[in-house]
């Protein structure tokens, strides 16, 4: 009988050959169907920094004069918008205050959903549901008036405050039911210890459970931000000066 042989290096040859050409075709498929897009951005990019341009992507005659939002108030016909910085760290504070108080109210709130058991308890859960399920745009006038009552409307600042807090308990029911799931997989008995060795639950939770539940407190606060960094409604509705508009409000205005 004749032995045949097998040349390895013709196999990995071929395979080598095959993982080529898988890579080649990714990248051809990949690649050209994107080129209208890479050539639409470079347009925006020459007329960003550009006088003119040629053929759609050829810059011609530097100039920033595009840019000078950034260091002087904007003027478009004739109306002048405040200038950009105070606008962003309107956004900021927006956007932080309403993930700081989700995410502590949130945080005390899903830990006592998950762990205490009181009256009312289940129905309370799903009146959080429900309460996610309203959207902002039909508490308008209700929110309007209390704000009126409060004195948080048309106050500049304390408006910014007023639409910070709204904000804030709007995206705290979901906030509260997410961190109720990362508190159900935290194990009674790490809380059991911690309660035996003499912590009371307040700092069981801020001591024991708190590490544990880091990153739902993260996700909670990413939410939270970006619900108040795109936040336009409320505050299009009841800020009615320019300068403590947020980013959303003033690009609408331009």
């Known amino acids: 009988m004749s032995r045949k042989y097998i040349d390895i290096k013709k196999i990995k040859r071929k395979v080598l050959l095959e993982k080529i050409a898988k890579v080649l075709a990714v990248l051809v498929v990949a690649v050209i169907p994107s080129i209208p897009i890479w ?11 550009s006088s003119r341009v040629t053929l759609g992507i050829i810059p011609s005659g530097l100039t920033l004069k595009n840019w000078r939002f950034l260091w002087s108030t904007v003027q478009m016909g004739l109306k002048k918008y405040p200038n950009i ?29 998950s762990r205490m058991e009181f009256p009312g308890r289940t129905k309370m859960m799903e009146f959080i549901l429900a309460l996610h399920a309203f959207p902002s745009v039909v508490l308008l006038i209700a929110l309007f008036v209390l704000l009126n009552k409060l004195g948080l409307y048309g106050k500049g600042f304390l408006t910014l405050t007023g639409v910070m807090i709204t904000k804030a308990a709007l995206e705290t029911p979901m906030g509260a039911w997410i961190m109720k799931g990362f508190f159900d997989n935290v194990p009674w008995d790490v809380e059991w210890a911690a309660l035996v060795d003499g ?40 800020i009615r000066e320019d300068r403590w508009w947020p980013l959303s409000v003033m690009i609408y205005n331009v």
């Open 199 to 238: 912590c009371n639950r307040f700092t069981a939770w801020r001591k024991v459970i708190l590490p544990l539940v880091l990153p739902g407190f993260a996700a909670v606060a990413v939410f939270a931000f970006l619900s108040g960094w795109s936040e336009f409604i409320m505050a299009f509705t009841f």
């Open 39 to 49: 050539l639409m951005y470079l347009g925006l990019l020459a007329q960003a920094f």
């Open 85 to 113: 910085w105070p606008i962003t760290i309107n956004s900021l504070y927006l956007a932080l205050g309403t993930a700081l108080i989700v995410t502590f109210v949130a945080g005390l709130a899903g830990y006592a959903l």
